[in-house]
């Protein structure tokens, strides 16, 4: 029985869809680690992911953000050996970090940094590769210290998950940061992240934004409903000015509003690289980035609440919370 | 009477929109030159801003493409010097090329390529301007020789103004080039202009360029209405890929689509820059190169059709011609 481990899988049963069940432990090969996993933390994605597997049948184990101990490598491994302390997000397809063990590509991994916990490592892969690629690969920012320097991008939902990290990256970027928050908690977290302005994604905040001096904005990351903010963001953006969203929109949009600005509506899905097989090594590299900036100290942990102990159970109450919509920063579970 | 010029000017009456009148030929300042215009091109902008100009009761000169030669130059003046023969489209807020004379910032011209007649040179400006700039600032291509080399171009309206030009521009980008075309003529046209495969956009083209072999391409330039033509571009773009449009869509569209390949949906709108005074010299630039591609045989003019004399009738003309929509190449009109 070494070979098996502790998992959590979905089931097609829609009352009970998280079992707890023992799998076989994952081989590594090619250029695959093996981790040992202490901690991940839950993505609105998980709650989607479960809806995928349940709707195409498939027994799948979920989680897409890691930090742990590497326990074996593959024979053509690298950059990476036994013992280091990884962190990632990983990629869809894949087994998932709802388990004891997880076998991840080194293209897609990191050291972790030395001055986080497991818990608060454990919160930040996924939101910031999110925050990463909006801001390098859709907005086209340089990803150094004061890239885009005098910039302003406005934050919708600046306290989510990628929120919380986006805030923090762009004020190393040198960026003016307005980000909209709607309650007192979540906006002294917002004000905490790094915040140049909050306003209320509640209120009127086109207006609020151009009382504030703003009459235009370059760079706007929609990271809530797209449908509930297009508009907004139409009235606000600049010329050649950049829209990013993650959220998907089912409903048609009248993207038209930004014709005359010449702007751009960008996707990011952080996921689309290894969907693809494009481009991986760039989330490897990226989270070396991330580890550099905590460990320097312009990054810290976007960590809010924890559970403790991998179990169906666990996963299950993670994902309730999740999928409110209105979290504040990032839940972890600690295994 | 010396400081009169012929010109079309806009009214406001529906049945007459458009009149001979003598008015004051404009001085200049600055860094604008005074160019005397030998022709101009027709294009759907004319038509849109005649709209504008009734529904705001404004008298205007409209005509958005011009070559000429310098006849006088404002105090300011480095580049340029009286003799030169030049070529520009313009701006949108200033009196326009319909008229004997036209005064305009020497950052947004060049010297028109000496292998090309007035009528050859008067056809591209606006169109390379705006093939250009969805290249180059939405697409992010490098514009050498060369600079996209290998990757897939789909162009939806083909044989268009702007699509004859951006069949060239690609080719000489190295890009592989997939033009939609869907009458004998247009078909001949775009194979001429350089497009190395042709489908039918009247047809199911998606089908017809998955059978071709290509099973997503990068990057796809709708040149038509993009109600009609989003979901096939959808279906079609590649992870990351982007999806340019200069048409106005008035309807919501179901951008939702594009998600999944974190794929981009860029507006190009070449009067953005002047009209926000944002990096207007790039445009001269761009005509520099085109001149330069020209001189070089790598683009031809595109030029299909000719009225003679400025007046109220032939613009009139020329406005019904281009306003159907289905424009083989351009059409100019000479002085």
Redesign the interface.
């Known amino acids: 029985m070494g070979n098996l481990m502790k998992a959590v899988v979905t089931t097609t049963d829609k009352q009970t869809p998280l079992i707890d069940k023992e799998i076989a432990r994952p081989e590594v090969n090619g250029h695959d680690v093996l981790v040992k996993i202490a901690a991940s933390s839950m993505n609105p994605v998980d709650v989607k992911q479960l809806e995928v597997a349940q709707a195409t049948q498939q027994e799948r184990v979920l989680g897409f953000d890691a930090v742990g101990e590497i326990v074996a490598i593959g024979a053509d491994v690298t950059d990476y050996q036994i013992g280091d302390r990884v962190f990632f997000a990983g990629e869809l397809g894949r087994t998932g970090s709802n388990a004891e063990f997880e076998a991840v590509n080194e293209a897609l991994i990191a050291k972790a940094p030395t001055t986080l916990s497991d818990i608060e490592a454990a919160a930040l892969p996924l939101t910031f590769l999110t925050a990463y690629?909006m801001l390098a690969?859709?907005f086209?920012i340089q990803m150094v210290a004061d890239g885009a320097k005098g910039k302003t991008l406005l934050i919708i939902n600046g306290a989510g998950g990628v929120g919380s990290i986006m805030i923090q990256l762009a004020k190393w970027l040198g960026m003016t940061v307005i980000a909209t928050a709607s309650r007192d908690e979540t906006i002294a977290w917002v004000n905490d992240m790094g915040a140049d302005e909050v306003v209320n994604h509640r209120e009127n905040y086109v207006e609020a934004i151009k009382s504030l001096g703003y009459d235009e904005v370059p760079y706007i990351a929609v990271l809530h409903s797209?449908e509930q903010h297009f508009e907004s963001a139409a009235a606000l953006i600049?010329?050649?000015g950049h829209i990013g969203?993650i959220v998907?929109?089912?409903?048609?949009?009248?993207?038209?509003l930004?014709?005359?600005?010449?702007?751009?509506?960008?996707?990011?899905?952080m996921f689309?690289?290894t969907?693809?097989g494009?481009n991986i090594a760039s989330q490897g590299t990226a989270l070396e980035l991330l580890t550099g900036l905590v460990n320097d100290g312009f990054v810290k942990s976007t960590v809010t609440q924890t559970v403790d102990g991998l179990s169906a159970q666990t996963i299950a109450d993670a994902q309730k919370e999740v999928s409110q919509g209105s979290m504040l920063g990032k839940l972890v579970i600690k295994y």
């Open positions: 690629e690969d859709k086209g797209l600049g010329t050649f969203a998907q929109s089912m409903n048609p949009l009248p993207v038209g930004i014709k005359n600005q010449a702007a751009s509506l960008d996707w990011e899905f689309a690289k969907n693809a494009q």
